[in-house]
């Protein structure tokens, strides 16, 4: 019991780190990207495929999957140069089902749904992480990092940058900026980050399928975002708190094996609509959190105004 | 060193929403565009910031044209302008789209952009409204930050749309202060505007358009003298 | 070769039913601005439901699928679309519950259903012959049918009040407003025909698919590609792609292993975007609508 809590806790630090990823592009940037999974199998499969040849170092697979991803999303960048926003959403979600055959069907080196095992634990400066506990450490380390690097991206010039193009491209464009660089630079930060998330993955776990990265994650990992709250950089690991954590903790209920799953779904759709339908687009933190420094500011107290913008 | 608008036709489908306009905007002075709804005045404005594409003419600014250039390029070569619908960023709080106005590039740095924004957000005393998103300003506060944003641009010309209409007093005389001070400064300062005494009492030359085509030129008591502009704006019947 | 041709035209007719789900979603999308994608899961329901009754009696069975599937496509719209494009008008919250509603539908459809496929049996599961071509008799129906329904839809817009309505608040949404067009009603009509279009392709789903509870989800995935990939705003265009990937489909599996299937579909589909940003189409109304805000 105490040893599956444990696994769902690292497991949360896992999803956090990829949905991190994912916030940067969804959240800042506002680009709705569905092709994230494709970025978390890219360093699940680098770790698989690269980690054995050099001894399990943490680094260099990092390095090498960030770098396969960055690639892989530039590509995927290319489209949202050329395509608008509704076409991106579509443009993303078929290049996420490509790679994802291209994961099952490319058998002599992914081994398709047979999957990969025999994956040897990470080396970080020379020391064997042997154990789930110092594995399951230096995840939330690298998670904490992860949130942390983010926060700071959101409240720099790039960040600012992300924010306007999320907002209106438009006056982005009048103010002397590019949005098209914008996003481009969203999409392949997002893609690294998340990345990060697929190698410690690949590491915890020991073995990967071509399964674990299909549309499916894409859809949890949007979930995660969008439940933890867009564009907050601890929204993540909140988000994957609930949908990871909280939401599978109904497997202890005495329900049937195969109603499991489903219901999980469910609640995962009704905690998105719900997200969407109750807090509007900003999370409801930030907004507060906003609203009270003005407050403290001493503003006159705000009007409804019009804008894109849409308050609880 | 001046905006000259040369023979610009635009159109949209059938409708031709800019026939033939010319005009040039000195610095140091205030123009302004009068005309009734439609009459093209935003769309001229779409056409010079290069969101619209005309048919045909010319838009320079100190000799350097403008048309055929991304709209980011014309804002990087010094125009700034606000929108009628303002389309600020509803979801930043107001210190962080002017910072963000004031940044060229990511590269610039953040002490710099902040120490601009404030200074400016104090200038239109709305310091004490710097961490609210815009969305949640009152509507006379939003238009304070649209203004914000085109001082932080730092730019060459600014094309105001309506910018005052709907002020309440207090803030339209800063508003007129604002517009002073960028006019003293020697910027080339092309406004719209529905309000006439605003018209009266800044512009230096006023351009009255009438659908798409630009009638008359003159100041401010010649146009409104004019024959014909009273009886298309003013609705005066002989 | 003869082969290649079995395969391309198997796929043409399996197209037939990615085209009812595709121009379902395009009206939607031009009249009310919505990505439904939810659209999916209402194939899955009518495939199911059909699948369920059809044994009582054929006709009873296409009565409640009909019910069912305007009950759901109609409660999503008021239910959950309205409330919110009440607050937040922009099209990403909307597609943000809508893909919510999806995951939810699917969801609950594994819930209630069994997740094996149903296969209803029918006289008409057998071949007929044309020269050396064999084409099954119920392929060649569900195609039938939708061609019909496809006309059907289009003279719907261009012949009647309601449907010139549709396409002037498709021209311009804001504009419909200041005109006081009753758009409340264009957008429930868009709905009504959207679900109604997903009877029959629920029905051939059934059918030629099997019923099982995400059986909706690559008719769907097809179908969002051939919207967008048809031109934003042409209704030809794409029923045009929703036919193409369904060939696509079909002749893929003549080279490749059909895993590769839907990959392939998805790189000709990601091919062409890149080749022609805007779609195919030539009408794109919404498009131009569209720059009148820029
Ligand atoms: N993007 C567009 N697409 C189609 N027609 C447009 C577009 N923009 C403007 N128009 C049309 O061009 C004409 C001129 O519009 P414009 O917005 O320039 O008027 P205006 O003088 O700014 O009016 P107002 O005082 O109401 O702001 C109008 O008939 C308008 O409907
Ligand atoms: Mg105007």
Known sequence: ?312 | MSLEINGVRAAFGGLVALDDVSLTAEPGAVTALIGPNGAGKTTLFNVISGLVPPERGSARLDGTELIGRSARQVARLGVARSFQELRLFGGVSVQEQTMFAAERSVLTRSRESRARATEILDRLGLSAARRSLAADLGYGQQKAVSIARMLAMNGRAWLLDEQAAGLAPREYELFCEVVAEAKDRGLIILLIEHNLRLVKDLADVVVFLDRGRELVTGTAHEVFSNELVRSLYFGERD | MHELVQLAIGGFLLGGLYVLIAIGMSIILNVTGIFHIAHGSTLSLCALTFAALESTHILLAVLVTTGVSLTFTMAGYELLYRPIAKRQPTLFPLFLASFGLWIVGGAALTLIFSAEPVHPRTSLNSTVNFGDLYLLKINLLAFAVAAACYAATRVFLARTMTGSLMRAVACSRDMSDVWGMPRRRAERVAFMIAGLLAVPAGIFAAYVLGAYPTVGDTPLLFAFSAVVLGGLGSIRGAAAAALLFGVVQGVAVWALPATWQDGVVFAVFLLLILVSPRGLGTLGLRRRAEARSA
């Open chain 1, 1 to 312: 019991m105490l040893e599956y809590l444990a696994t769902v806790g690292t497991l949360t630090g896992i999803f956090a780190i990829a949905a991190a990823g994912l916030n940067i592009t969804l959240g800042y940037a506002g680009v709705f990207s569905a092709a994230q999974a494709v970025f978390v199998g890219i360093g699940a499969y680098v770790t698989a495929l690269l980690g054995p040849q050099v001894g399990g170092s943490l680094i260099i697979c990092a390095v090498a999957a960030a770098g396969c991803s960055v690639a892989v999303a530039m590509v995927l960048a290319l489209t949202s140069l050329r395509v608008s926003d509704e076409y991106f959403m579509v443009a993303s979600l078929a290049f996420q089902i490509m790679v994802s055959t291209v994961f099952t069907g490319w058998y002599s080196v992914t081994k398709g749904t047979d999957g990969i095992s025999g994956i040897p634990y990470p080396r970080l400066l020379g020391t064997e992480l042997s154990t789930p506990e110092t594995q399951s450490r230096l995840i939330w380390v690298v998670a904490a990092l992860v949130v942390a690097l983010t926060a700071v991206l959101r409240r720099g010039s790039v960040g600012r940058l992300f924010l306007a193009i999320r907002e209106d491209p438009v006056a982005t464009q009048t103010l002397g900026r590019s949005p098209t660089l914008g996003k481009y630079v969203a999409i392949v930060l997002g893609a690294a980050v998340s990345s990060l998330g697929g190698v410690l993955y690949a590491f915890y776990i020991g073995f990967i399928n071509s399964a674990a990265f299909d549309y499916s994650l894409s859809i949890q990992l949007t979930a995660i975002v969008i439940v933890g709250g867009i564009g907050w950089s601890l929204g993540p690991v909140v988000g994957s708190a609930i949908v990871v954590a909280a939401v599978p903790l109904i497997s202890l209920l005495d329900l049937p094996s195969t109603t499991v799953g489903p219901l999980e779904q469910l609640i995962y759709g009704a905690l998105i609509i719900a997200a969407v339908g109750v807090r509007g687009y900003i999370p409801s933190a930030v907004v507060l959190r906003e609203r009270w420094a003005a407050r403290a500011g001493g503003a006159r107290p705000w009007r409804r105004a019009h804008g894109p913008v849409v308050k609880p």
